[in-house]
């Protein structure tokens, strides 16, 4: 009668505690989720914008009274280390009529921008517009100099890689001298150019314009000179690319791992070489294989990250499967260790 008792009381006590067990864990695991959610949506995933000092450079002048420079960034790779970018010119309305998806210049104008590809969209790709035709976007791919670059700026520091594009050109309008064949009455005029960001953010990418300026002269004075505009573009992956590619790691890291203590086992005779053992190795394998083509920045083979986490990680995985293999075909019997 007393165990009996004793028993009835301790099953509600019992069941008390499995429910606050089981309470706990979804608490844990519900509160988990969440701050990984708020962590990933913390993190930067892609912003372009004028460096800060470059910024109040271009408050000297008025809006009004400058040529905007709108640089949209369209791609970039690492690999051949290409920028492939789109620019507006858009002057003010002295110059110019600002139109939905063009301007229409007032005067004789030219442009030149240096870059490895061009397309003006005008009608001969000179960078020349007639008094009247329609000025539209420009087309241009830029090599990446690295000039304002120290270090990390080779695609193989993958995701930690760094890169600074340099952007130049001059724009002027010939106000005076386009109605007659002699060019010695023709006036050039040329107003400072301010160069602005044109997009919400280069996938995968953190962009930052600041401006520059020749050498012996200051950034101030390059654009207030007016006639010609310089900016580099800096260029480096994202805090959510470096965390995705950390969770990544873990992924390979572990699954190498799991198949190495797997094998471990086996061969202390903690575990029995089973045929589903050798399916598991084979599977890890080849999804490790699967998932490095969908890292984000998608990096070309033999990066530091494949050298350090991904080939080490694989190879242990086949490792560690081929002796399990071995095991199993090789070992007749099999009993448990006490």
């Not at 799991?258 to 471990?264: A, E, G, K, P, V």
Request: hydrophobic content about 45%.
């Amino acid at each position: 009668m007393f165990l009996c008792l004793k028993q009835s009381l301790w099953d509600p006590i019992a069941m008390h505690l499995n429910h606050s067990k089981q309470s706990l864990f979804w608490i844990i695991a519900i509160s988990a989720f969440i701050g990984f959610v708020i962590f990933l949506n913390i993190l930067d995933s892609g912003s372009y914008k004028v460096d800060p000092k470059s910024a109040k450079v271009l408050d000297k002048v008025e809006f009004e009274n400058q040529v905007s420079l709108y640089v949209q960034l369209k791609e970039f790779d690492s690999a051949s280390q290409t920028l492939k970018a789109k620019v507006w010119v858009v002057p003010p309305a002295k110059f110019a009529t600002n139109l939905s998806s063009s301007v229409q210049v007032n005067y004789d104008t030219s442009i030149d921008i240096s870059a490895s590809s061009i397309n003006y969209n005008d009608e001969n790709n000179l960078g020349f517009w007639k008094a009247n035709q329609y000025l539209r976007a420009i087309d241009i791919e830029l090599d990446a100099d690295n000039f304002q670059i120290d270090s990390r700026k080779n695609d193989k520091w993958f995701p930690f890689d760094r890169y600074s594009v340099r952007i130049t050109g001059s724009i002027e309008f010939r106000t005076q001298g386009s109605e007659t064949e002699d060019v010695s009455d023709d006036v050039w005029e040329s107003i400072p150019i301010g160069v602005q960001s044109y997009t919400a953010n280069l996938s995968g990418w953190n962009a930052v314009f600041k401006m520059s300026s020749f050498d012996n002269e200051t950034v101030e004075s390059s654009f207030l000179e007016g006639k010609f505009f310089i900016s580099d573009i800096f260029l480096e992956r994202t805090p959510l690319n470096k965390a995705l590619l950390f969770l990544l790691g873990l992924i390979f890291l572990g699954g190498g791992f799991s198949m190495l203590i797997l094998f471990r086992s086996i061969l202390m005779s903690h575990r029995p070489p089973t045929l589903s053992g050798l399916i598991w190795a084979g599977s890890t394998a080849f999804t490790m294989i699967q998932t490095r083509t969908i890292i984000p920045g998608a990096p070309r083979v033999g990066v530091m990250f494949d050298l350090f986490i991904f080939y080490p990680s694989l190879v242990t995985c086949f490792i560690s499967g081929g002796l399990m293999f071995y095991q199993w075909i090789t070992k007749e019997t099999w009993s448990r260790e006490l």
